[in-house]
Every structure is written in C-alpha cells, then in structure tokens.
C-alpha cells in the first residue's frame, strides 16, 4: 500500500489528508465491497496505490516471469472524467510495473506505466521510465477511452523481457483498447516483478487537474495464465 502526499510523505489515509485508501461498500450500492482512491493532484502530487509484489505472491510472480506472460484484470469505476485542459507537464498513473533485481535494487520503475489522457477524453496509453525510457517509445493513447459512471473491466496481458521482442496488450470491457510491441520490460539481471494498481499524479506545478481531489474505485482483481475478461462478464450476468 501507498498513501502519500505530497508524493514522497507518508501520511494516515484520510480525506482530510488530501489523499485516501479505504475498503468500502460498493458505491452503486449493489453488494460487495471496493477499494476507493481518493487522491489531490496538485503541485506536489498524491499517491493512493496498492501493489503486488512477484516475491511475496509468488503464484503471480511465476506466471508474470513465465515465456507466456500474466493476464492481469481488474474493474474500475470513475465518478467523473479528469481533465487537465491537455497540460503536457501535468500526469496521471492508472497502472504500473516495476521490475527489480533481488534486493530491490536496480529498479526498472514504470515499466511500463499506464498513463491518463490529460485532454479529458479518458483515453490511456503506455509510458517508460528510468532506464526503459532510452529503449522503448510511449505507445500513442488507447482507441477506446475509460467509460465513466459506471463499472467496467480493463485487462493487460503482460510479458516481462529482457530483449525489445515483448507484446503488451490492454483491452477494456473485452475490447482490445491498447497493444505496443517490440519492448523491453526487464534488464537481465532482474529477478523480482510487481505491478501497481494506482492513483497517482502531479500538476507539477501547472493544470490543474479536474476536478480536484478526484476518485477512482478498484474491485475484482484477477491474475491468470489466460484471458480472464469474458469469464468476469458472465459471472456478473449470472
């Protein structure tokens, strides 16, 4: 878990705050409960993420290291479109991976990481980090924008490779929204993987983002060998 603002400050999860991760009921009031990401993306930024560690959970950490890669699922709901007027300096994480020597060290972060559209169209699409950054290029926002009001499903098919040969695929609610091939997610030495589900960003400085704070809930996370998107559907039309 992750709850900090400004990012680098440790604070208690609370909305007074400015930023907040909470078990709670599911907001349409339909049963079940949901992780609500309540963060303030001002100047010095929020962070309200949770992570999967491939060391700890290591029945993720094999199949993300496997020659075939991990499916990864999960629903999200928007309350509202965040928008920051398409500032180029101002930036959303929705989803990210980081690959790590044992250790921790050696941290290839944001590799890659699933970036808001910040024009307000909700659309997402992939960017590297530190040393990912000088071999892979971003991949150009999805085809489809992240429906709001209500829940969907979003899926990323990932493959960790230490050579520019990886496919990453991305589909939202069984759409194939996203993909980028021929990319590099690991260096040679890493032996560790985790990936982040997370609410977290900045103006730096400029935006703003709207509105502010803002919310995203998370809920039904699914990790699997395969395709996990259309056995979720017919589980919720059941």
């Excluded at 509105?211 to 017919?234: C, D, K, Q, W």
């Amino acid at each position: 878990l992750g709850v900090e603002h400004p990012i680098g400050t440790t604070v208690s999860p609370n909305d007074a705050n400015g930023v907040n991760l909470s078990r709670v009921a599911d907001p349409f009031g339909g049963g079940g409960l949901a992780i609500r990401h309540f963060a303030t993306f001002d100047s010095g930024g929020s962070r309200s993420q949770l992570g999967i560690y491939g060391d700890v959970n290591t029945t993720f950490g094999n199949l993300a290291k496997s020659p075939g890669g991990v499916w990864v699922a999960q629903e999200w709901y928007f309350p509202e479109a965040i928008s920051a007027g398409g500032d180029p300096y101002c930036w959303i994480n929705l989803w990210d991976w980081h690959s790590v020597d044992a250790g921790r060290g050696n941290r290839w972060h944001t590799s890659p990481g699933l970036i808001l559209a910040r024009d307000g169209s909700m659309r997402v699409g992939w960017e590297w980090g530190g040393p990912a950054n000088g071999i892979n290029p971003s991949s150009g926002l999805s085809s489809i924008a992240l429906p709001v009001g209500r829940w969907f499903d979003v899926e990323m098919h990932y493959v960790w490779s230490a050579t520019p040969s990886a496919t990453l695929s991305l589909w939202i609610d069984g759409q194939l929204a996203l993909e980028q091939s021929g990319v590099q997610t690991r260096a040679a030495t890493h032996q560790i993987v985790e990936t982040y589900s997370k609410f977290y960003g900045s103006t730096q400085g400029r935006g703003p983002w709207i509105p502010t704070p803002s919310l995203r809930y998370t809920r039904n996370v699914r990790i699997a060998n395969g395709r996990t998107g259309e056995l979720a559907r017919a589980v919720r039309l059941e």
